[in-house]
């Protein structure tokens, strides 16, 4: 006799998963709890004003464009999201649910469903609606508001499924949890890109994004709330044409997310086989490098440092971040014309901050190079070689920074002085540097978001900003004769001798550094090893 009924569908239970999830997550800790709760706040109070901003623009001329640009900002919010915070949903990963029995196509719908629930959906469907109040008008422009919302929620939320799912193998390897390092960097870039079309919006208009908006109100998800607008002006025809490529938009979504998700659930994961070829490479990468550096300890320390800045993720975020902060501070400043050529000291200001707690950065495997410590020599050599690997990548991204400020400022004349005073703060901080990472070190923990083990807080502190201040004292001469060849009759005439100045000073006030250090390194290693292995 055959079995007629109907199988129960997943979809109830996948949004119950969800849910456990979140819950289970939330009782782990109290900390944890307060900061879901607190971000949950801040998030509904921020969509809460944005869409009473929304509302207010109704009427504006151009509500138009602000509403349907919104909705393709967070189309792509949505779309990058699971390339920076991979982590940030478990239910994101697919592979967890490989070894059940489950069609895709029922999948795709249960955890279409199941990613409705959270933050992020309420806070886009809060925007969304403030979007089409703002540009509805009429009975025919409210029904089509409702089905706009609908269509853009689900358009965002299967956006961000078809990513993580085509992408979710290199996602959860070690080099794709190393993108998330640039998250840091697009958020930096992009605050500053927002903060400088505001500023240039407040003096012409909102109307400067009428002709963008034309544009983008054909990309969805923007093209279901531009076919609310069209409603309201009576050109059902256009809205119908912007409906159907929304569908259409979804349509194409979910079909390859289920296509993912079937390879996922149908193909081998190669992803832990290991290739002799990428060893080679791997091999013959690091004879290049070793080729270009000194030999003997020198060169074997500098590799080890440069190798620790490409793989190790924690000092691979360090450095990113630095060197976009160190770009943008300047370069941005300088666009919007309220910057000084001095902000170029910016660049070699976040880079020196690289050599602070050096010793904490190699972690518990800090043993091995204490192993190879053991005279106040060795103890230098080490430093020294550590100074030169950072100085490999700062010595010319202070000069380019300095360069482009120059060149966006048009001040070349104070160029030689800020490159001066910039090698002579870079030396200054590679000094301090080298004594604090001695005197004051601490433990990165790796397991965690933390940058600092418990209980050594304060460490951090002291080594950082007691080291930056001692820096910027030991600067003193150098800054000095800058405002002296600023402010004397005939300064101008002597103020390209600031870089050769500069540059000597900090190289000199680098080798000090090192010889102060390097005595208290090779006494205190027991000690050091002790806080770096900390956590």
Known sequence: MTDTTAPASILPVVVRLKLSLLRNGLRQSGGRRAAYVASAVVALLIAALQLVALIALRGDASAVSVVVLLAAVLGLGWAVMPLFFPSGDETLDPTRLVMLPLRPRPLVQALLAASLVGIGPVFTLLLLLGSVIAVAHGPAAYVTAVAAVALALLICVALARAVAAANIRLLTS?????????????????????????????????????????????????????AVDSVSRGSYGLAVAQLVLSVAALAALILLWSRSLTKLMTAPDGSTIQSAEPAAKDRASAGGLSRLLPSGRTGT???????????????????????????????????????????????????????????????????????????????????????????????????????????????????????????????????????????????????????????????????????????????????????????????????????????????????????????????????????????
């Open 174 to 226: 070690r080099k794709g949890r190393d993108l998330a390092v640039l998250s840091g960097l697009v958020i930096a870039v992009g605050a500053q890109l927002v903060n400088f079309g505001v500023q240039h919006l407040g003096s012409s208009g909102l109307s400067r994004l009428d002709p963008v908006a034309e544009v983008v109100r054909w990309v969805p998800p923007a093209t279901a709330v531009g």
């Open 301 to 535: 320390v500098m590799e080890r440092s440069l190798r620790y800045v490409w793989r190790d993720p924690k000092t691979k975020a360090a450095w990113v971040t630095s060197l976009a902060i160190g770009l943008i501070v300047p370069v941005f400043n300088a666009l919007q014309g309220t910057g000084s050529v001095y902000f170029a000291c910016f660049a070699a200001g976040m880079l020196g901050i690289q050599m602070y707690n050096q010793f904490g950065q190699d972690t518990s495997a800090f043993w091995m190079v204490a192993m190879t410590i053991s005279t106040t020599r060795d103890a230098y050599v080490e430093l020294r070689a550590r100074a030169l690997a950072l100085l490999v990548i700062t010595l010319p991204y202070a000069a380019l920074v300095t360069v482009l400020t120059t060149a966006l400022l048009g001040d070349w004349q104070r160029l030689p002085e800020v490159l001066g005073l910039s090698f002579a703060l870079l030396g200054a901080m590679l000094a301090t540097g080298a004594w604090t990472s001695a005197r004051f070190p601490y433990s990165i923990p790796q397991g965690s978001h933390k940058n600092v083990a418990p209980g050594q807080a304060g460490l951090a502190w002291i080594s950082i900003f007691g080291g930056m201040i001692s820096a910027a004292l030991l600067c003193a001469p150098v800054i000095a004769l800058t405002i002296w060849a600023n402010v004397s009759a005939d300064g101008d005439t002597w103020s390209w001798l600031l870089l050769p100045v500069g540059a000597a000073y900090g190289t000199a006030i680098t080798y000090a550094g090192l010889r102060l250090a390097a005595p208290g390194t090779a006494r205190r290693l027991p000690e050091i090893l002790a806080a770096v292995s900390k956590g």
